[in-house]
Antibody, heavy 120, light 108 residues
Framework: EVQLVESGGGLVQPGGSLKLSCAAS????????MHWVRQASGKGLEWVGR??????????EYAASVKGRFTISRDDSKNTAYLQMSSLKTEDTAVYYC???????????WGQGILVTVSS | EIVLTQSPGTLSLSPGERATLSCRAS???????LAWFQQKPGQAPRLVMY???TRATGIPDRFSGSGSGTDFTLTISSLEPEDYAMYYC?????????FGQGTKLEIK
Protein backbone atom coordinates (compact mmCIF):
# COMPACT_ATOMS: atom_id res chain seq x y z
CA GLU A 1 0.00 0.00 0.00
CA VAL A 2 1.31 3.41 -0.97
CA GLN A 3 1.56 5.95 1.82
CA LEU A 4 2.83 9.50 2.10
CA VAL A 5 2.68 10.81 5.63
CA GLU A 6 3.45 14.44 6.40
CA SER A 7 4.52 15.60 9.84
CA GLY A 8 5.97 18.67 11.53
CA GLY A 9 3.19 21.15 11.00
CA GLY A 10 1.76 23.52 13.57
CA LEU A 11 1.63 27.11 14.72
CA VAL A 12 4.60 29.39 14.13
CA GLN A 13 5.08 33.11 14.50
CA PRO A 14 5.75 35.35 11.50
CA GLY A 15 9.44 35.34 10.73
CA GLY A 16 9.85 31.91 12.23
CA SER A 17 10.89 28.57 10.77
CA LEU A 18 9.37 25.12 10.47
CA LYS A 19 10.46 21.88 8.84
CA LEU A 20 7.95 19.46 7.36
CA SER A 21 8.72 15.82 6.71
CA CYS A 22 7.08 13.44 4.26
CA ALA A 23 7.63 9.74 4.90
CA ALA A 24 6.97 7.55 1.87
CA SER A 25 6.32 3.84 1.50
CA UNK A 26 4.92 1.42 -1.06
CA UNK A 27 6.65 2.78 -4.15
CA UNK A 28 10.14 3.48 -5.45
CA UNK A 29 10.77 6.72 -3.60
CA UNK A 30 14.38 7.08 -4.68
CA UNK A 31 13.44 7.16 -8.35
CA UNK A 32 10.62 9.66 -7.94
CA UNK A 33 10.57 13.43 -8.13
CA MET A 34 8.74 14.73 -5.07
CA HIS A 35 6.72 17.91 -4.96
CA TRP A 36 5.15 20.07 -2.29
CA VAL A 37 1.78 21.71 -2.97
CA ARG A 38 -0.13 23.95 -0.58
CA GLN A 39 -3.72 25.08 -0.20
CA ALA A 40 -4.92 27.95 1.91
CA SER A 41 -8.30 27.48 3.52
CA GLY A 42 -11.05 27.74 0.93
CA LYS A 43 -8.57 28.51 -1.83
CA GLY A 44 -7.06 26.68 -4.76
CA LEU A 45 -3.90 24.64 -5.12
CA GLU A 46 -0.49 26.31 -5.24
CA TRP A 47 2.64 24.46 -6.35
CA VAL A 48 5.46 25.14 -3.91
CA GLY A 49 8.41 23.28 -5.40
CA ARG A 50 10.00 19.96 -6.23
CA UNK A 51 13.13 17.88 -5.84
CA UNK A 52 14.18 15.48 -8.52
CA UNK A 53 15.83 12.10 -8.06
CA UNK A 54 19.51 11.27 -7.65
CA UNK A 55 19.64 10.43 -11.35
CA UNK A 56 18.68 14.06 -11.97
CA UNK A 57 21.17 15.38 -9.42
CA UNK A 58 18.54 16.14 -6.80
CA UNK A 59 17.71 19.32 -8.72
CA UNK A 60 15.25 21.63 -6.98
CA GLU A 61 12.86 24.26 -8.27
CA TYR A 62 10.57 26.62 -6.40
CA ALA A 63 7.62 28.89 -6.89
CA ALA A 64 8.51 32.57 -6.92
CA SER A 65 6.46 33.12 -3.76
CA VAL A 66 8.74 30.89 -1.68
CA LYS A 67 12.08 31.03 -3.46
CA GLY A 68 14.87 31.99 -1.12
CA ARG A 69 12.78 31.14 1.95
CA PHE A 70 11.89 27.47 1.45
CA THR A 71 14.25 24.56 0.82
CA ILE A 72 13.29 21.09 -0.32
CA SER A 73 15.57 18.15 0.43
CA ARG A 74 15.36 14.38 0.60
CA ASP A 75 16.96 11.40 2.29
CA ASP A 76 16.51 8.37 0.07
CA SER A 77 17.88 6.08 2.81
CA LYS A 78 14.88 7.07 4.91
CA ASN A 79 12.38 7.40 2.04
CA THR A 80 11.66 10.88 3.30
CA ALA A 81 11.32 14.30 1.72
CA TYR A 82 11.57 17.56 3.62
CA LEU A 83 10.35 21.12 3.30
CA GLN A 84 12.36 23.61 5.36
CA MET A 85 10.43 26.85 5.67
CA SER A 86 11.99 30.04 7.02
CA SER A 87 11.09 33.72 7.19
CA LEU A 88 7.49 32.58 7.32
CA LYS A 89 4.71 35.01 6.50
CA THR A 90 1.04 34.95 7.42
CA GLU A 91 0.27 34.22 3.77
CA ASP A 92 2.17 30.93 4.06
CA THR A 93 -0.68 29.61 6.22
CA ALA A 94 -2.04 26.58 4.40
CA VAL A 95 -2.37 22.83 4.29
CA TYR A 96 0.84 21.47 2.82
CA TYR A 97 0.79 18.30 0.74
CA CYS A 98 3.72 16.23 -0.40
CA UNK A 99 3.07 14.42 -3.63
CA UNK A 100 4.49 12.30 -6.35
CA UNK A 101 2.49 13.89 -9.11
CA UNK A 102 2.87 10.83 -11.33
CA UNK A 103 2.92 12.37 -14.77
CA UNK A 104 5.34 9.82 -16.23
CA UNK A 105 3.32 6.82 -15.11
CA UNK A 106 -0.22 7.97 -14.40
CA UNK A 107 0.24 6.90 -10.79
CA UNK A 108 -0.02 9.96 -8.59
CA UNK A 109 0.33 9.78 -4.83
CA TRP A 110 -0.54 12.41 -2.24
CA GLY A 111 -0.18 12.70 1.48
CA GLN A 112 -3.11 13.60 3.70
CA GLY A 113 -1.82 17.13 4.10
CA ILE A 114 -0.60 18.97 7.18
CA LEU A 115 -1.64 22.37 8.46
CA VAL A 116 0.87 25.16 8.91
CA THR A 117 -0.43 28.27 10.63
CA VAL A 118 1.66 31.41 10.67
CA SER A 119 0.26 33.80 13.23
CA SER A 120 1.30 35.92 16.19
CA GLU B 1 5.15 32.56 -16.09
CA ILE B 2 2.26 30.75 -17.75
CA VAL B 3 -1.12 31.59 -16.25
CA LEU B 4 -3.91 29.02 -16.46
CA THR B 5 -7.49 30.28 -16.52
CA GLN B 6 -10.28 27.78 -15.93
CA SER B 7 -13.88 28.24 -16.91
CA PRO B 8 -16.56 28.24 -15.83
CA GLY B 9 -15.92 28.94 -12.16
CA THR B 10 -18.92 26.82 -11.23
CA LEU B 11 -20.74 24.28 -13.38
CA SER B 12 -24.15 23.05 -12.24
CA LEU B 13 -25.30 19.88 -13.95
CA SER B 14 -27.54 16.90 -13.25
CA PRO B 15 -26.39 13.28 -13.05
CA GLY B 16 -26.18 11.77 -16.50
CA GLU B 17 -25.41 15.07 -18.19
CA ARG B 18 -22.19 15.87 -20.02
CA ALA B 19 -19.65 18.15 -18.34
CA THR B 20 -17.15 20.25 -20.27
CA LEU B 21 -14.44 22.04 -18.30
CA SER B 22 -12.03 24.46 -19.94
CA CYS B 23 -8.44 25.41 -19.15
CA ARG B 24 -6.79 28.18 -21.15
CA ALA B 25 -3.09 28.98 -20.93
CA SER B 26 -1.56 32.43 -21.40
CA UNK B 27 1.21 30.85 -23.49
CA UNK B 28 1.50 27.58 -25.34
CA UNK B 29 1.97 24.58 -23.06
CA UNK B 30 4.86 22.59 -24.50
CA UNK B 31 4.42 18.94 -25.38
CA UNK B 32 0.88 19.06 -24.03
CA UNK B 33 2.21 18.88 -20.48
CA LEU B 34 -1.21 19.58 -19.03
CA ALA B 35 -2.83 17.63 -16.21
CA TRP B 36 -6.20 17.61 -14.50
CA PHE B 37 -6.89 16.89 -10.83
CA GLN B 38 -10.10 16.16 -8.95
CA GLN B 39 -10.45 17.26 -5.33
CA LYS B 40 -13.33 16.49 -2.99
CA PRO B 41 -13.88 18.37 0.29
CA GLY B 42 -11.43 17.35 2.98
CA GLN B 43 -9.43 15.16 0.62
CA ALA B 44 -6.15 15.43 -1.21
CA PRO B 45 -6.29 15.99 -4.95
CA ARG B 46 -6.37 13.00 -7.28
CA LEU B 47 -4.73 12.85 -10.71
CA VAL B 48 -7.36 12.42 -13.41
CA MET B 49 -5.60 13.19 -16.68
CA TYR B 50 -2.05 13.89 -17.82
CA UNK B 51 -0.39 14.62 -21.13
CA UNK B 52 -3.64 16.47 -21.89
CA UNK B 53 -5.47 13.29 -22.92
CA THR B 54 -4.13 10.26 -21.03
CA ARG B 55 -6.29 8.97 -18.21
CA ALA B 56 -4.52 8.29 -14.94
CA THR B 57 -4.61 4.85 -13.43
CA GLY B 58 -8.06 3.90 -12.19
CA ILE B 59 -9.90 6.77 -13.85
CA PRO B 60 -13.08 5.59 -15.64
CA ASP B 61 -13.41 6.06 -19.38
CA ARG B 62 -16.24 8.57 -19.05
CA PHE B 63 -13.42 11.04 -18.41
CA SER B 64 -11.59 12.32 -21.47
CA GLY B 65 -9.13 15.11 -22.12
CA SER B 66 -8.37 17.04 -25.26
CA GLY B 67 -6.64 20.12 -26.53
CA SER B 68 -3.19 21.42 -27.31
CA GLY B 69 -1.25 24.64 -27.28
CA THR B 70 -3.25 27.03 -25.14
CA ASP B 71 -6.72 25.46 -24.99
CA PHE B 72 -7.53 22.29 -23.11
CA THR B 73 -10.75 20.56 -22.14
CA LEU B 74 -11.75 17.91 -19.62
CA THR B 75 -14.98 16.18 -20.53
CA ILE B 76 -17.06 13.86 -18.39
CA SER B 77 -19.46 12.13 -20.75
CA SER B 78 -22.19 11.17 -18.27
CA LEU B 79 -21.95 12.48 -14.73
CA GLU B 80 -22.02 10.06 -11.84
CA PRO B 81 -22.68 11.19 -8.25
CA GLU B 82 -19.01 10.66 -7.34
CA ASP B 83 -17.82 13.08 -10.04
CA TYR B 84 -19.05 16.20 -8.26
CA ALA B 85 -15.93 17.95 -7.00
CA MET B 86 -13.41 20.70 -7.68
CA TYR B 87 -11.28 20.24 -10.76
CA TYR B 88 -7.91 21.87 -11.32
CA CYS B 89 -5.69 21.94 -14.36
CA UNK B 90 -1.91 22.15 -14.00
CA UNK B 91 0.90 22.65 -16.45
CA UNK B 92 4.11 20.75 -15.86
CA UNK B 93 7.41 19.92 -17.51
CA UNK B 94 9.18 23.07 -16.44
CA UNK B 95 8.98 25.33 -13.45
CA UNK B 96 6.70 26.73 -12.21
CA UNK B 97 4.10 23.96 -12.26
CA UNK B 98 1.19 26.39 -12.26
CA PHE B 99 -2.36 25.41 -11.30
CA GLY B 100 -5.53 26.96 -12.63
CA GLN B 101 -7.92 28.48 -10.12
CA GLY B 102 -10.33 25.57 -10.35
CA THR B 103 -13.84 24.74 -11.54
CA LYS B 104 -16.46 23.60 -9.06
CA LEU B 105 -18.70 20.91 -10.52
CA GLU B 106 -21.89 20.84 -8.48
CA ILE B 107 -25.15 18.96 -8.61
CA LYS B 108 -28.01 20.84 -10.19
Amino acid sequence: EVQLVESGGGLVQPGGSLKLSCAASGFTFSGSAMHWVRQASGKGLEWVGRIRSKANNYATEYAASVKGRFTISRDDSKNTAYLQMSSLKTEDTAVYYCTRLGFSSGLGYWGQGILVTVSS
Amino acid sequence: EIVLTQSPGTLSLSPGERATLSCRASQSVSSDYLAWFQQKPGQAPRLVMYGASTRATGIPDRFSGSGSGTDFTLTISSLEPEDYAMYYCQRYGSSPYTFGQGTKLEIK
